[in-house]
C-alpha cells in the first residue's frame, strides 16, 4: 500500500519535473513527447532535454535518503543528516580545494575530492562526539557538525576570497543543481551510488538486529561495529556521490526518513528500499517547485529543500519535545 | 566571619589580575597593529598621530586605516562576546552562542539581502541586521518554549533555521555579478577593516546603551540562572526577563554584525574562556573585556602573519579557532549531553 502510494507520488513528481519549467506542458503532450521522442514537437525536444535532469534528481534523491537513513540508524541517533552533521561541508571544502590548489578539471577526480572530504568530515565529527562519556548524542553530533561546517567554511571562504573565477564556479555549485552539461558525468558518481547501495543491502539486516541492542545482537552473530561500520562507509559513498554531482543538497536524509518512519516503522531491511522512492519524490518535487516559483528564473534545489525541509524539522523536533 | 572575606578577597585579587593583563594584552596588540604596515610608525609617530600632530601619509594611514580596525575590533569585540555570554546564561549552556543557534545567520541574512537585493547601504543595513536578528531570536524562542529541554532545542531549532537562512544567503549570491557576490562574501568572512569612522560612532553609541541595560537585566539573569525553581518564584517577570535577554543579546549581535560582518564565534568563546580565567565565576564585563583582546589579537595576526599584501580578513582566523576551540568543549565536556 505504502510502495503503491510512493511509486504513484513518484510517477507524479517525475512527470511534474518533465512537464514544469520556463515552457509548461500538458500530461498528453509529456507521454506523447515520452512515446515519440522524434517527434519534431516543440514538446519532444524540450521534454527530452529534461529527461537527463529528471534522473539525475532520481539519483541524487534516492542515495541522500539512504544515506540519511543508514546513518541515524548506524548512530541511533534520529537527527543524523549529511547535511547537518558538516560531511556536504567537507565535501565542499574539499571540491574548492581540489579545483583551486591542484587545477582539477575532470569530472572523475572531483568525485574522488568530494568523497574523501566527505569521509573525511564524517569520520571527525562522528569521532569528536562519541568523545565525551555521554556518547554520540543529537545535541552532540550536531553541534560538531555545526562547528565543523563552520570552520571549514571559513577555510573555503579564505581560499574563494583569494580567486574571484572560483568563487564565480562555487557559488554556483553551493546551491546544488540537478542540471546535467553531460550525462557522462554522472556515470562514475552512479556506480559510487550502486556500490553504496550494495553495502546498504548488506548492512540493513545487521542494523536491524543492532536496533535489539548491541548485545543482544551480537549473541545472534552480528558484529556491532563491523555493521556501523559498513553502513557508514555506505552513508559516505552514498553522500559524497550525490553532492559531486548535485552540490550540497540538504534535509532530503533527515526529513524523507522521519516522514518514513512514521508510516512503516523503523526496520531498515523495509526503510531501504522505501528511501529509494521517498527520496526523489522530494528533491524532484523541490526542483520543479524551484523552477516555477520564481519566473523567470529558478530557485536552485539545494535552496527549495532547506525552504521545504527546515519546517519540516522544526515540526520533528517540536513533537519529540511534547512526546 | 574571616573565612567568606578572604574568599572574596582573593576572587576579587584574581579578577583584578586578569583584568590588567587582559588589558596590557590588548594594549600591546592594540598599539603594534598601529605600528605595522607598508610603513612601520615609531611609538613616537603614533602618539603625535592621535594627540592631533603628525603629518603626510603616515598620518593618513593610522587614521583611516589602522585606527578604524583597532577600534571596530574593540567594540565589536565587546558586543559579540556579552551577546553569547547573555544567551549561554539564559540556556544554561555554554555552546548556545548567538552565532551556534542562528541569531547571527539572522543578521547575515537580512544585511546581504539589503545589500544584495535593495542596494541598501549604511543605517538601512544596520536596521535590517537588526530585524533579522530579533526575528530569529523570537523565532527559535517561541519555538523551543512550552516544553521540555528547552535549551537543546532551542540550539537544534537555532541549527535548522541556521541551516535555512545559509540557503538563502547561497541563493542571494547566486543573483549578482561576481563582484559584487565577492564583495559580499568578504563581508560573510567578516572583516574590521572597512569601517568608517560614522559607522563607528554608531556603533560605539548603541553599544553604550545595550551595556547599560545588559547591567541592569544582570542581576535578574543571575537569578534565572540558579534553576527553574528560583525562575518560577520570580512568577511572570521571568518570562519577561527571559524575553528582554533573547532581545539585548540579539540587538548586541546585531550591532556588531551590521558593521563587521559576521565575525565567526566570537561570542562563542569569550564567556567560557573568562570562565575559566576567573576560576569558575562568570562576569559580563571581564567577557566584554575578552571578546575585545581576542578579536584585537586575531585581528594583529591576520592582518600580518600571512604575509599576504591585503592580509587575511580576520574571520576566518577566529572561525578556525573557533571551530578548534568549540571541538575540544565538545570532547571535554562531562556533564551535559
Not at chain 1, 553502513?231 to 559531486?244: D, K
Not at chain 2, 594611514?61 to 578604524?68: A, E, F, S, T, V
Request: aromatic share 4%; hydrophobic share 55%; proline share 4%.
Amino acid at each position: 500500500m505504502v510502495v503503491l502510494v510512493l511509486v504513484l507520488l513518484l510517477v507524479l513528481a517525475a512527470g511534474a519535473s518533465l512537464a514544469f519549467g520556463t515552457k509548461a506542458f500538458s500530461a498528453q503532450e509529456v507521454i506523447d513527447a515520452l512515446r515519440h521522442p522524434d517527434a519534431t514537437t516543440d514538446a519532444a525536444a524540450v521534454v527530452s532535454s529534461r529527461i537527463p535532469r529528471t534522473v539525475n534528481g532520481l539519483l541524487v534523491g534516492a542515495a541522500l535518503a539512504l544515506a540519511g537513513s543508514l546513518m541515524q540508524s548506524a548512530t541511533r541517533n534520529p537527527l543524523a543528516e549529511p547535511g547537518l552533521l558538516g560531511i556536504s561541508g567537507g565535501s565542499a571544502l574539499a571540491v574548492v580545494i581540489g579545483i583551486g590548489a591542484f587545477g582539477v578539471a575532470g569530472v572523475g577526480s572531483l568525485s574522488w575530492f568530494a568523497l574523501v572530504g566527505a569521509a573525511v568530515a564524517a569520520l571527525l565529527v562522528q569521532g569528536i562526539a562519541m568523545r565525551g562519556p555521554g556518547g554520540a548524542s543529537p545535541l552532540r553530533l550536531a553541534l560538531a557538525g555545526a562547528a565543523l561546517a563552520a570552520g571549514m567554511a571559513s577555510v573555503t571562504q579564505a581560499i574563494l576570497l583569494h580567486s574571484q573565477e572560483q568563487l564565480d564556479a562555487f557559488r554556483f555549485w553551493q546551491v546544488g543543481s540537478l542540471a546535467v552539461r553531460e550525462p557522462s558525468q554522472v556515470i562514475l558518481p552512479a556506480l559510487l551510488m550502486a556500490v553504496g547501495l550494495l553495502l546498504a543491502l548488506f548492512a540493513a539486516p545487521g542494523l536491524d538486529r543492532l536496533g535489539l541492542g548491541d548485545d543482544v545482537a551480537a549473541s545472534l552473530g552480528t558484529h556491532p561495529s563491523r555493521v556501523r561500520l559498513t553502513a557508514i562507509a555506505a552513508a559516505v559513498l552514498l553522500s559524497g556521490a550525490a553532492t559531486t554531482v548535485a552540490g550540497p543538497v540538504v534535509f532530503v536524509g533527515l526529513v524523507v526518513p522521519h516522514v518514513l518512519r512514521l508510516v512503516v516503522g523503523s526496520r531498515q531491511r523495509v526503510l531501504v528500499p522505501l528511501c529509494l522512492l521517498g527520496g526523489p519524490v522530494l528533491v524532484l518535487a523541490a526542483d520543479t517547485l524551484g523552477r516555477v516559483v520564481a519566473p523567470p528564473g529558478e530557485v536552485p534545489v539545494g535552496v527549495m529543500t532547506a525552504l521545504v525541509g527546515a519546517p519540516v524539522f522544526l515540526i520533528l523536533l517540536r513533537m519529540r519535545g511534547r512526546a | 566571619m574571616s573565612r567568606p572575606v578572604t574568599t572574596m578577597t582573593r576572587v576579587r585579587t584574581r579578577a583584578g589580575g586578569v583584568v590588567l593583563c587582559l588589558v596590557l594584552i590588548t594594549l600591546l596588540a592594540a598599539s603594534t597593529r598601529l605600528a605595522l604596515g607598508t610603513r612601520i610608525a615609531a611609538p613616537g609617530d603614533i602618539l603625535a598621530v592621535l594627540t592631533g600632530g603628525g603629518r603626510g601619509a603616515l598620518r593618513f594611514m593610522i587614521l583611516q586605516d589602522r585606527l578604524p580596525a583597532v577600534i571596530s575590533s574593540v567594540l565589536a569585540g565587546a558586543a559579540l562576546a556579552v551577546s553569547g555570554g547573555l544567551f549561554q546564561r539564559l540556556l544554561r549552556n555554554p555552546l548556545a552562542s548567538p552565532d551556534v543557534i542562528g541569531v547571527g545567520y539572522g543578521a547575515s541574512a537580512a544585511t546581504v539581502f539589503g545589500m544584495l537585493s535593495l542596494g541598501l547601504s549604511g543605517w538601512w543595513l544596520t536596521g535590517f541586521a537588526l530585524v533579522g536578528a530579533i526575528a530569529v531570536g523570537a523565532a527559535i524562542l517561541a519555538m523551543a518554549l512550552g516544553g521540555r529541554d528547552l535549551g537543546t532545542r532551542l540550539i537544534l531549532s537555532g541549527i535548522a533555521i541556521g541551516a535555512a537562512l545559509v540557503a538563502v544567503v547561497n541563493l542571494l549570491l547566486t543573483r549578482t555579478d561576481v563582484r559584487t557576490a565577492g564583495d559580499a562574501l568578504h563581508w560573510l568572512t567578516g572583516s574590521v577593516t572597512d569601517s568608517s569612522w560614522p559607522q563607528l560612532a554608531a556603533l560605539a553609541g548603541s553599544l553604550v546603551v545595550l551595556l547599560a541595560l545588559t547591567a541592569w537585566v544582570a542581576p535578574g539573569l543571575a537569578l534565572l540562572e540558579l534553576g527553574d525553581d528560583t525562575a518560577r518564584s520570580l512568577g511572570r517577570r521571568a518570562g519577561a526577563l527571559r524575553v528582554g535577554v533573547v532581545v539585548l543579546g540579539a540587538a548586541l549581535t546585531a550591532v556588531a554584525v551590521a558593521v563587521v560582518g559576521p565575525l565567526a564565534f566570537v561570542s562563542l568563546m569569550a564567556h567560557p574562556l573568562a570562565t575559566r580565567l576567573l576560576g569558575g565565576r562568570g562576569n559580563l564585563a571581564v567577557t566584554a573585556l575578552t571578546g575585545t583582546t581576542l578579536v584585537v589579537v586575531a585581528d594583529l595576526i591576520s592582518a600580518h602573519l600571512f604575509g599576504l599584501s591585503s592580509g587575511l580578513p580576520v574571520g576566518v582566523l577566529t572561525g578556525v579557532i573557533g571551530a578548534v576551540f568549540l571541538l575540544t568543549l565538545l570532547s571535554r565536556e562531562r556533564s551535559r549531553a
